[in-house]
């Protein structure tokens, strides 16, 4: 069955980097767009970031351009998220997502908590 399992989040100064992790199981990664959402407590999902199957196309949002880099290793079966320069409102919990259609498959999350 597909699973999506990320990894990576945590607690972190504001200004400081953070990497995140989605491990993908179940299905043929390498074939799939895949995305990070996000979704913060009280408000509704935020999308941050697309990736095509191949890694030459990349999306982000404007919240995060220039600061979250999004990347895929197919040989892993892995998409990350590397952060920089985070800020307290990038406190959420992120999402890695599958993208067909829609999203139709999503991992459980990771907190990511920027304080200081």
């Known amino acids: 069955q597909v699973q999506l399992v990320e990894s990576g989040g945590g607690w972190v100064q504001p200004g400081g980097s953070m990497r995140l992790s989605c491990a993908a199981s179940g299905f043929t990664f390498s074939s799939y767009y895949m995305s990070w959402v996000r979704q913060v407590p009280g408000k509704g999902f935020e999308w941050l970031s697309d990736i095509n199957s191949d890694g030459s196309s990349i999306y982000y949002a404007d919240s995060v351009k220039g600061r979250f880099t999004i990347s895929r290793d197919n040989a892993k079966n892995t998409l990350y998220l590397q952060m920089n320069n985070l800020k307290p409102e990038d406190t959420a919990l992120y999402y890695c997502?599958?993208?067909?259609?829609?999203?139709?498959?999503w991992g459980q999350g990771t907190q990511v908590t920027v304080s200081s």
């Open positions: 997502a599958r993208l067909k259609s829609a999203y139709d498959y």
